[in-house]
Each structure stands twice: as structure tokens, then as C-alpha cells.
């Protein structure tokens, strides 16, 4: 099970830090990540970090955005800075496990005004 906080309203080039927290059978989590859906448009990967602390980037946020997770690895943390209007979307964290199980958090709402 995955639960994803910390989206909200904020200005273009403020900052949040979304959370996601994995409960459950953590213990065979391979890789966590971001995505991120905006109105009108397909869900596409935002950043994902693998059990070995791999880390990718989309190009839009390379530079801005920072992945994380700690040392448990069951929280895993998304650095947002210099937020844009394009950045305003529903953000969904997942996992994918050794067992090429895919699990969904239920999204949160990020809004950047201009």
C-alpha cells in the first residue's frame, strides 16, 4: 500500500516535497518512482530511484527536481524547486517490486499559478 502527501498550491518558482510511504511487504520493493498526469494529458514518468539509489530523471525536471528515499526505504521523497505552471498535475508515486509487481499510491494534486 502506498500513501502519497504534500501536494498543494504554490507559486511558479516556489517548492514543494511530496512523501510517499510503502507499508506492507516493503522488503521486496526494486525500484520507486513518480508520475505525474496533468489535465488533458498522458501520465508520463516524473523520476524513479532503484533499490541500488539509481536515479532518472525526465528532461523536464532535470536540474529542479530531486528523488529520495530513506534509510528504511520504505519513504520515498520528491524535491520540487523552481516549480512551473507546467509542473501542475496529479501525482502518483509506485513501486515495482522483484517480482515485477506494480502498486499505485492515489495521488496528489500539485497547482502552480503563474
Known amino acids: 500500500q502506498l500513501q502519497a502527501s504534500g501536494g498543494g498550491l504554490v507559486q511558479a518558482g516556489g517548492s514543494l516535497r511530496l512523501s510517499c510511504i510503502a507499508s506492507?511487504?516493503?522488503?521486496?520493493?526494486?525500484?520507486m518512482g513518480w508520475y505525474r498526469r496533468a489535465p488533458g494529458k498522458q501520465r508520463e514518468l516524473v523520476a524513479h530511484?532503484?533499490?541500488?539509489?539509481?536515479?532518472y530523471y525526465a528532461d523536464s525536471v532535470k536540474g529542479r527536481f530531486a528523488i529520495s528515499r530513506d534509510n528504511t526505504g520504505n519513504t520515498m521523497y520528491l524535491q520540487m524547486n523552481s516549480l512551473k505552471p507546467d509542473d501542475t498535475a496529479v501525482y502518483y508515486c509506485?513501486?515495482?517490486?522483484?517480482?515485477?509487481?506494480?502498486?499505485w499510491g492515489q495521488g496528489t494534486q500539485v497547482t502552480v499559478s503563474s
Open positions: 509506485n513501486t515495482v517490486t522483484i517480482y515485477s509487481q506494480v502498486y
Open positions: 530511484i532503484t533499490y541500488g539509489s539509481n536515479r
Open positions: 506492507g511487504s516493503t522488503s521486496s520493493i526494486n525500484l
